[in-house]
């Protein structure tokens, strides 16, 4: 069974671009959850989608929205970009909303020049 | 404000030995510990997962220790061996679970051979 997958693997942007960000959960998971990972530190929360529903957000400004589509597939885009938004952005599945075991997938990394 | 704080930052053992990291956290809403593996260029990989109303859990080599009065937990890992030279984040998550999981900042542990 396929994990969860992101892409681009590697994306480079400059100041004030936009950027998408795709990723397709686990077959047969509901709820996808977005995290930021700055270098050497632990992931933070961006959002949480549960059936196309925006279920849970964290502290981020309105740079950033996403979104979840039909077949559970999710875009998380950022505007604006500024060089501190140069992080691993993470996907991670989960079957069902609540305190549900999270599989993550690899990240996609964002440069911000 | 860091909700799960986690310690040490870097940690060395030799070949065969008991590496433990441990975490502690605030929030008494949170009612289930997560530990994730990270290797460099990876997304985070779940290890082993305990809820509140146990006090420990046991999976392979991987234990974890938990204590609800103290608000810690810990992750042991026995026989430890150089491919478990890896980042290691613990992390919690609210019932309910619309926060996502917040993370500890992570230990890096390196095992001599």
């Known amino acids: 069974d396929a994990g969860v997958t992101q892409s681009p693997t590697h994306l480079i942007k400059t100041r004030g671009q936009h950027v998408t960000l795709r990723c397709s959960p686990i077959s047969g998971h509901k709820s996808v959850s977005w995290y930021q990972q700055v270098l050497g530190q632990g992931p933070q929360f961006i959002f949480q989608?549960?059936?196309?529903?925006?279920?849970g957000r964290g502290n981020f400004p309105d740079r950033f929205s996403a979104r979840q589509f039909p077949n559970y597939s999710s875009e998380l885009n950022v505007n604006a970009l500024l060089l501190g938004d140069s992080a691993l952005y993470l996907c991670?599945?989960?079957?069902?909303?609540?305190?549900?075991?999270?599989?993550f997938g690899p990240g996609t990394r964002l440069l911000v020049l | 404000q860091q909700q799960v704080k986690q310690s040490p930052q870097s940690l060395i053992v030799q070949k065969g030995g008991i590496s433990i990291i441990n975490c502690a956290y605030e929030?008494?809403?949170?009612?289930?510990f997560p530990w994730y593996q990270q290797f460099p260029g990876k997304g985070p990989a779940l290890l082993i997962a305990i809820r509140p109303d146990v006090s420990e859990k046991k999976e392979g080599r991987f234990t974890i220790s938990f204590n609800k009065s103290a608000k810690q937990f810990s992750l042991h890992i026995m026989d430890s061996q150089p491919g478990d030279s890896a980042t290691y984040f613990c992390a919690a998550r609210r019932g309910g679970g619309a926060d996502g999981l917040t993370f500890g900042k992570g230990t890096h542990l390196i095992i001599q051979p």
């Open positions: 991670a599945s989960s079957l069902n909303h609540g305190p549900e075991t999270q599989y």
């Open positions: 929030n008494t809403a949170f009612d289930y």
């Open positions: 989608y549960y059936e196309k529903e925006e279920r």
